[in-house]
């Protein structure tokens, strides 16, 4: 087991490189750290961010991350090698809950709770909100949303 010698909250952990790494993103040290996990002790690398860490989500078809930075909204960046920011879907974080991310199945489109309930619908290339659900009016839009996702809007 890897000993690191510093004190941090593990907020997310997520598999990538096809099960054969592991990156843990921590909270207060606003720290992600990868290790090799098919060569257990092996640390592949660690990236220190300007933000804390709230929540990650990640796509392997596109070697994308995603930080709910609970600050100003979801940080995106590029992995290659280690991470590269390359983004942000920006808006205002009222309280410092953290909230579910996940990638559609075409890497297009990422879906994120919020801390007021709501649910958005982001075009990753725009960078801009595509469909907001709300808790009361949700089965209005989930038709909307279906057909939007499977190209047959």
């Given amino acids: 087991m890897v000993q690191c010698g510093r004190r941090g909250l593990p907020r997310s952990v997520i598999f990538f490189n096809n099960g054969q790494s592991v990156m843990v993103g921590y909270l207060d ?3 992600i750290v990868s290790w090799d ?3 257990p002790q ?3 690398w660690r990236h220190k961010l300007e933000r804390r ?3 990650m ?3 392997e078809s596109s070697r994308q991350l995603l930080i709910w930075n609970l600050f100003d909204g979801i940080d995106i960046y590029d992995v290659t090698d280690r991470p590269i920011w390359s983004g942000k879907l920006k808006f205002t974080i009222q309280r410092n809950f953290v909230v579910q991310m996940a990638f559609t199945t ?3 489109f990422v ?3 919020s801390d007021t309930g709501a649910v958005y619908l982001w075009d990753l290339r725009t960078k801009e909100v595509v469909s907001t659900l709300a808790h009361d009016i949700f089965c209005k839009y989930q038709y909307y ?3 939007m996702l499977n190209n047959r809007r």
Avoid: P
Wanted: hydrophobic share 40%.
């Fill in 57 to 59: 989500t990640w796509s």
């Fill in 111 to 113: 879906i994120t709770g």
């Fill in 106 to 108: 075409s890497d297009r």
């Fill in 53 to 55: 860490i709230g929540n």
């Fill in 42 to 44: 092996r640390l592949a």
């Fill in 145 to 147: 949303v279906y057909l």
């Fill in 29 to 31: 040290t606003k720290e």
């Fill in 37 to 39: 996990i098919v060569r």
